[in-house]
Each structure stands twice: as C-alpha cells, then as structure tokens.
C-alpha cells in the first residue's frame, strides 16, 4: 500500500492506463487491476471481495460502511465500466487536505455567489420585462380614456352602431345554414331603425362624470408606468390629454 508522508503521495503512472483525479479529500485513481497493483496503489489482497462494491481501510484496518478521510484513508471500489473497472482513493496529509478543502470551499462560495448574482439578474429581467408589459397596457389604456363628455359620448354611440350593424344585425334577413330561419328585410330595417332611436336616447340623455374616480384610474395607471420608466415625468404630456373642462364639469 502507498506510504503516506506529510506531501501527498506520488505515484509513477507512465506506461499504465491509470486515470488519476483530485477531488477535495482523496486522490483517486481508476485503471486496472493490474496497473492499480503494480504502481503500488494498492495489494491484491485488498480488493474487495466478491459480491462486494467496495471496501475501506483506515489506518491499514479494514473498517466498515463510513468512515474519517485522513492520510491513512484508503477506498477499492469497482466501477461499472468495462475497460476500467476499478477505483482507489487514496486520503491526503492534513496539510494539502485542508488546503483543498479551502480551496473547494473558495470555490463553492464563487459559484454560489455567481449563481445568486445569476438568479438576481434573471429575477430583475423579468421584474422589468413585467413592469414593462403592465406599462404598455397602462399607457394604451390612458390613451383609450376619453377625455371630455363630448368624446365619450361619440365613443359609446360609435360602439352601439358598430355592434348592432356589424354583429347583430347585419344578416337578420339572411339565412342560417344549421337552422333554415331569418327575420324578414322589413323586420331587420325596424330593427336598424330602432338602434337610431337608442343612439337618440344616448345623445339626449345625461351622462354623470365622476372626476374623482376619473382622477383615480389616471393615477393608478401613471404609478404603472412611472414603476418601469425613470423617465416617466418627461413623457407624461405625450401619454395624457389634459382638459380642465374634465375636472370642472363640462358644460352641456
């Protein structure tokens, strides 16, 4: 078995087909049975016996299950590849065990720290990407609002007329093919004629402005878009209409 010194142990691997790894708390070695033996990583007496994974020795005794990692740590294992079959890990000096051990807990906290600063990054994105989508939204509905009683009222009157002509009652006298009924032309004509009888009713009836609950809804849309544009003090003028006879009531 190897003699362990104060420096980690060395091994000549020139000529074998032996693969060694550093990992945190053991140098680990996979090759052969044969090569494993003649480097003298290990004695073939301690390969594990058959029907066994593995086997680990402390301090040159076979000891079960779990056990410390020092420098007199030893592992045998059978790896599950066909031109490789074997593994040694063999434990480190105190010395170059804490030093990796250092250096792997330097490590980790880099990439813990690069991933935090990762998810921070993607979280901020997409925290953007949102108050920016519900911006939009915002700016579109500020653009939609009317912003007197006259435009109000041509909007709701617009909408009455656009339902009825193009979705209700456009083909009232046209013929369904799933069920063979229809209004006749003179029954669709009173029907048009009674949605300019509504849009009358719309013209000369009353509409009440809430200034306060219009005040409100403007306010709630601008705290959206200031929460995703610094610059929203500058553009405000460009996303809003302002009309003092809103505020005041307009004049019928």
């Given amino acids: 078995m190897a003699d362990h010194s104060a420096k980690a142990p060395a091994f000549d691997l020139a000529g074998t087909s032996i693969l060694k790894i550093e990992q945190k708390d053991y140098d680990e070695y996979i090759g052969t049975a044969d090569d494993l ?8 007496d301690q390969f594990p016996p058959e029907g066994k994974w593995g086997v680990s020795y402390l301090g040159g005794e076979r000891v079960p299950g779990r ?10 294992g059978r790896r599950n590849v066909v031109d ?10 105190s010395a170059e065990l804490a030093k990796r051990r250092a250096e792997a807990n330097a490590e980790n906290r880099i990439k813990t720290a690069e991933r935090k600063a990762r998810w921070a990054a993607e979280s901020a994105a997409k925290d953007l990407k949102d108050r920016t989508e519900q911006a939009e939204r915002a700016k579109r509905c500020l653009k939609q609002m009317p912003d007197s009683e006259r435009e109000f009222l041509r909007e709701s009157v617009a909408s009455v007329r656009e339902l009825s002509f193009e979705i209700l009652l456009k083909r009232l006298d046209e013929e369904k093919s799933w069920h063979g009924y229809r209004f006749s032309s ?9 949605v300019d009888a509504i849009v009358e009713a719309l013209v000369q009836g009353d509409v009440i402005f809430d200034a306060e609950r219009h005040a409100q809804i403007v ?10 544009d610094p610059l929203f003090e500058e553009h405000l003028k460009a996303l809003t209409r302002p009309n003092a006879a809103i505020l005041e009531g307009e004049a019928q």
């Fill in 84 to 93: 490789a079959p074997w593994f040694v890990r063999i434990g480190l000096p």
């Fill in 67 to 76: 056990c410390r990692i020092d420098e007199t740590f030893l592992r045998v």
């Fill in 186 to 194: 003179e029954t669709k004509e009173a029907a048009l004629m009674a």
């Fill in 37 to 44: 033996i003649a480097v003298g990583l290990i004695k073939r």
């Fill in 219 to 228: 306010a709630e849309h601008q705290a959206v878009i200031r929460a995703a």
